[in-house]
């Protein structure tokens, strides 16, 4: 069954139907709230907030864009406010490493490369999480998200030229923020 006969079947009061539409997309809005609090307790508790709005407001659901792009907005703004409403600041230590085991000597070279790609990631993650919101859900949507342009500005209700834009500005700002983080930490890491 497509979103759209789900969808109708939900706002006629289908519970199994909302059902199968919150199974569909559940592991896709936790993906994306965690990609932007990068806490996965929050991430669960943002995912249930956007189901939770999902079903109060689908009575009011028009069918003017596909149902995707509807409840990705939500679980965007959910996101947004939180990270408005978050006043402590994360701070990620880019020593940390998996609690260590014995280890052969052949794997050493591996093990440290995993090390060194982990560090990259945080790395990474740090830069983008210092980034205005704006830039952190655009970013998000495009590269780790995967989605094209017009979803995008659908989803965040911006034109397809400030996509473009934004995403231009976002990138060269979190490789901004990554050269800087590698310069202070003595890394040569590129994005």
């Not at 249930?48 to 003017?64: D, G, R, T």
């Not at 901004?176 to 890394?187: E, I």
Request: aromatic share 10%; glycine share 4%.
């Amino acid at each position: 069954m497509d979103d759209r006969e789900l969808v109708e079947k939900a706002q006629a009061g289908s519970q199994d139907a909302f059902g199968a539409l919150v199974e569909k997309y559940r592991i896709k809005m936790f993906n994306l709230a965690y990609s932007l609090t990068r806490d996965r307790e929050t991430a669960d508790d943002l995912a249930q907030e956007v189901f939770i709005k999902a079903y109060v407001a689908l009575p009011n659901f028009k069918f003017q864009s596909a149902f995707s792009t509807w409840i990705y907005r939500i679980a965007v703004n959910a996101s947004k406010d939180f990270l408005r409403k978050e006043t402590r600041v994360r701070k990620i230590s880019l020593d940390d490493s998996p609690p260590g085991t014995l280890m052969q000597e052949d794997t050493t070279a591996q093990i440290d490369e995993a090390r060194e790609k982990e560090k990259q990631k945080k790395m990474v993650h740090f830069a983008l999480e210092s980034l205005p919101e704006k830039y952190q859900a655009i970013l998000t949507l495009r590269d780790i998200q995967g989605f094209p342009y017009n979803e995008i500005s659908q989803i965040l209700d911006i034109s397809p030229g400030t996509v473009d834009s934004r995403l231009h500005r976002a990138r060269k700002m979190l490789k901004k923020k990554v050269f800087q983080l590698s310069a202070r930490l003595g890394g040569d890491y590129a994005v």
